[in-house]
Each structure stands twice: as C-alpha cells, then as structure tokens.
C-alpha cells in the first residue's frame, strides 16, 4: 500500500518500537505533506471500555498499564488482522512526509467525553 493512502487510525512505528496512531492527515492536493501521530499509549487510555469490556478480576491489583498494555496489543493486532501496513517514521521521512506528534501537555480532546 502506498504512503499516499494512509488514513486516520492507522499506525506508524519509531526505531525503537514505540507505535502511534494518526490522528491528523495534511495534504497538498491529493499528495500527503505531513501527519499528526500520538503515542497509541496515550490514545488508548483515553478510549472508554465497551460494555463487554471492563477490568474486572482479570486486573484487579495489577497496574493500569497492563490493562493499557493488553490494548495496544489488540489494537495492533486488529490492524495486522485488517491487513493495513503499520508504516516506519523513516519510511516517511525518507519520502519527504513531516511528521509531528501531538502535544501531550494540551488537553485531550476526548477529556471531557463521557459514555
């Protein structure tokens, strides 16, 4: 899949295997100039649970962020499963798309959401 086909959602991967979620598309016509990504981290732990979801026994006494960490994996895995390319920050870079990650220290904007 091209570069140029990337979407909101999608996932991009560091040097070091940090993963980040699009959150923001920046085009010139129809070429890809630049993405917002936030760390999938940061992403997730602002997603409420599903109803069939909740942290239960499974993680009672154990740190949010294995909760957290059990939902990265799945959100990565979905992706794999859909079969949508998890892109480099080199690879990008390398074919002249900016890109710039979102300012955790700004409010997010799903703070004040509720279900």
């Known amino acids: 899949m091209s570069m140029q086909q990337i979407v909101a959602n999608d996932l ?6 940090n993963y980040y979620e699009v959150v923001g598309v920046h ?4 070429t890809l100039k630049a993405l917002e990504v936030s760390n999938l981290y940061f992403e997730i732990s602002f997603r409420s ?16 962020g294995v909760y957290l960490q059990d939902q990265l ?3 990565v895995d979905d992706i794999q499963k859909r079969e949508r ?3 480099g920050i ?5 074919n002249r798309i900016k890109v710039y990650a979102v300012d955790i220290t ?7 959401q509720t279900v």
Not at 27 to 30: Q, V
Not at 49 to 64: F, I
């Open 90 to 94: 080199r690879d990008l870079m390398v």
């Open 49 to 64: 649970p599903s109803d069939s979801e909740s942290l239960g026994e499974e993680y009672k006494g154990k740190p949010l």
């Open 27 to 30: 085009t010139e016509g129809e």
């Open 12 to 17: 991009v991967r560091d040097e070091y295997g």
């Open 73 to 75: 994996n799945a959100y």
């Open 85 to 87: 390319p998890i892109y």
């Open 106 to 112: 700004q409010p997010h904007p799903k703070r004040n």
